[in-house]
């Protein structure tokens, strides 16, 4: 099968409004594909889909060649998935609960609840009561029992939620290790690039509702995210000049009376004596460089509701 996982114009409506609108995405087997967006952008009404947990209200989704219907429950046996925070009896261990999940998935492997626990560095917390786990233990707990039985495809909703640095680290070393040494499939969303950028494969961004761009991080590294930053007294007189003086379209008026240009061919001497030539005040003028962050920030900005 080409696609571990593609969804065909899934759109979720619900009260008269778009949640999400014709989203089109598409994993390959053994990637990690990370889904990017800011809150409230449509990452959890889609996996909330492709889990079953809601119904579309068109489109489709295709999961090991077959499209999802409410009995696919085959399919959903071979998944694992934390959609927004996972819940556990609080009375009961995390040992108890992960046994009891083992017993509703039918899966009886000798070692898998002791070893998803050591995984996640919750050994010593395994005959705890959850309801003393830490906000990030319950987190951790979470991808414990989506790992548990070993899934084909992994689906993680923000699983960094309440993690410090410590343990955001600890996850993306994780999710590499499940998708390069057991061969896992693994879509994770996140509204910072920064907390997938090193492990992703392949990035689908999101907003409102609506996907903006599905890219290869080599693609990615291979684009020219160098700008010349331009502070002027008049920004407005200054983008005038760029526009009408010299023809430039690929520019933004940032705060702080900072133009970012984003034109390839134009030098710094070149807009500095365009700038003097138009009586337009420089207070600086340089190259720099764009983070792949601010790139994404500035894709998801240009889409307006």
């Given amino acids: 099968m080409p696609y571990i996982l593609q969804t065909n114009n899934l759109t979720k409506t619900i009260g008269g409004k778009d949640l999400v609108n014709r989203v089109s995405l598409h994993i390959k087997k053994g990637e990690i594909y990370g889904f990017l967006g800011p809150n409230g952008a449509g990452k959890t009404t889609v996996m909330k889909m492709i889990t079953n947990l809601w119904k579309p209200t068109n489109g489709s989704i295709e999961i090991f060649g077959e499209i999802l219907t409410p009995q696919s429950y085959e399919v959903l046996k071979r998944m694992g998935s934390i959609i927004e925070f996972p819940t556990f009896y609080n009375h009961m261990t995390g040992y108890e609960n992960l046994r009891l999940h083992c017993e509703y998935m039918g899966y009886y492997k000798h070692g898998s609840i002791e070893n998803a626990l050591d995984m996640l560095d919750l050994t010593d917390a395994a005959q705890k009561p959850v309801k003393n786990y830490s906000l990030g233990m319950k987190e951790r707990l979470g991808i414990a029992r989506a790992i548990l039985c070993k899934p084909e495809l992994l689906i993680l909703d923000e699983p960094t939620n309440g993690l410090d640095p410590a343990g955001m680290k600890q996850i993306r ?133």
Avoid: W
């Fill in 173 to 305: 070393d994780l999710l590499k290790t499940l998708c390069e040494e057991y061969g896992i499939t693994i879509m994770v969303s996140s509204h910072i690039l920064s907390e997938i950028e090193s492990i992703a494969d392949t990035i689908g961004v999101i907003n409102h509702g609506m996907m903006i761009n599905e890219i290869g991080m080599k693609e990615i590294e291979k684009m020219s995210l160098a700008y010349i930053e331009l502070t002027v007294a008049n920004p407005k007189k200054a983008a005038y000049v760029l526009s009408e003086k010299l023809g430039l379209s690929n520019f933004k008026i940032i705060e702080n009376n900072k133009i970012r240009i984003y034109d390839q061919h134009i030098s710094t001497q070149e807009l500095s004596k365009a700038m003097a030539l138009n009586d337009v005040e420089v207070t600086a003028l340089g190259k720099q460089s764009e983070t792949l962050e601010d790139y994404f920030l500035k894709m998801t900005a240009e889409v307006k509701q």
